[in-house]
T-cell receptor
Framework: SQQGEEDPQALSIQEGENATMNCSYKTSINNLQWYRQNSGRGLVHLILIRSNEREKHSGRLRVTLDTSKKSSSLLITASRAADTASYFCATAGRGAQKLVFGQGTRLTINP | NAGVTQTPKFQVLKTGQSMTLQCAQDMNHEYMSWYRQDPGMGLRLIHYSVGAGITDQGEVPNGYNVSRSTTEDFPLRLLSAAPSQTSVYFC?????????????FGEGSRLTVL
């Protein structure tokens, strides 16, 4: 069974707006990661946040982690057409042997 | 560097046929894994390996075999293909132990079983 669940399943916004995607998970984690997948391509790693961290930034990306609520959010600021893709959260359990993915959020940026 | 290379990119099989999906990485990563991606299901882990000679099962291992004789290669074998195995398969590797670090993905192998 899948560990992470993303919300919303699909999101459509105007270029320049901010996009927020959420991920909830069920069990204790070692880390949580976010990936992007362009249509027909492999996944690309965006950011990793460890269980003892609360927030990380990378360029226009901001990730938060709330282990008490077992949830994470990915914020993309000042969105661009090139940000159109599917975004997945993935969690690694305590032993960090496996990375389990959610079902993803499909983000569309309208020009 | 080529990164993670998967072959073939596309394959059509008939039910009952066998085949091997190849995965090779040139980054000297110890950890390698196979996922399948189906519409609305996200990615599901099939098998993974933490080093040469060591493999373990993921969420959906039935119908698939793996072996890891070298650090570079991690082939996925379908012994008797079924229509339920129609999917896009992704191989991924990591420089860290297990899933403690980021995964590097191949471009995928699209398999259709008739």
């Amino acid at each position: 069974s899948q560990q992470g669940e993303e919300d919303p399943q699909a999101l459509s916004i105007q270029e320049g707006e901010n996009a927020t995607m959420n991920c909830s998970y069920k069990t204790s984690i070692n880390n949580l990661q976010w990936y992007r997948q362009n249509s027909g391509r492999g996944l690309v790693h965006l950011i990793l946040i460890r269980s003892n961290e609360r927030e990380k930034h990378s360029g226009r990306l901001r990730v938060t982690l709330d282990t008490s609520k077992k949830s994470s959010s990915l914020l993309i600021t000042a969105s661009r057409a090139a940000d159109t893709a599917s975004y997945f959260c993935a969690t690694a359990g305590r032993g960090a042997q496996k990375l389990v993915f959610g079902q993803g959020t499909r983000l569309t940026i309208n020009p | 560097n080529a990164g993670v290379t998967q072959t073939p990119k596309f394959q059509v099989l008939k039910t009952g046929q066998s085949m091997t999906l190849q995965c090779a990485q040139d980054m000297n990563h110890e950890y390698m894994s196979w996922y399948r991606q189906d519409p609305g299901m996200g990615l599901r882990l099939i098998h993974y390996s933490v080093g040469a000679g060591i493999t373990d099962q993921g969420e959906v291992p039935n119908g698939y075999n793996v072996s890891r004789s070298t650090t570079e290669d991690f082939p996925l074998r379908l012994l008797s293909a079924a229509p339920s195995q129609t999917s896009v398969y992704f191989c991924a590797s990591s420089y860290s132990r297990g899933a403690a670090g980021e995964l590097f993905f191949g471009e995928g192998s699209r398999l259709t079983v008739l």
